[in-house]
């Protein structure tokens, strides 16, 4: 969506405006470009926590409720079962349709 992806595109500003690239040889006297200069990376620390820069997601809080009948009724664990059978066959069963469609109209 539009708003995830604006999103990302923040997090990941803020992620280059915080970076720090070091060279690679930090003895040479010439600095390529984008590597930090000598001061800011005098200036930084190492960053350990895994959590450097968390995605924040905002989900809706969702009140309790009391479960309802119908719900206590429904075996979820079968209709799952059912979803995933129907899932897995379905293209053998559209098959078996048409070769039957086929033979009928022989």
Do not use: M
Request: hydrophobic share 35%.
């Amino acid at each position: 969506s539009e708003e995830a992806f604006q999103a990302n595109v923040e997090r990941l500003k803020l992620y280059k405006s915080k970076l720090v690239v070091f060279p690679r040889n930090p003895t040479s006297k010439r600095a390529k470009k984008g590597d930090a200069s000598a001061e800011e990376r005098a200036a930084v620390g190492q960053v350990v926590s895994k959590q450097t820069l968390p995605i924040a997601a905002e989900q809706p809080r969702l009140k309790a409720r009391t479960i309802t009948a119908e719900e206590k009724e429904r075996n979820v664990c079968a209709i799952l079962r059912k979803a995933h059978t129907d899932a897995k066959l379905w293209g053998a069963r559209e098959k078996r349709a048409q070769d039957a469609a086929d033979k009928k109209k022989k």
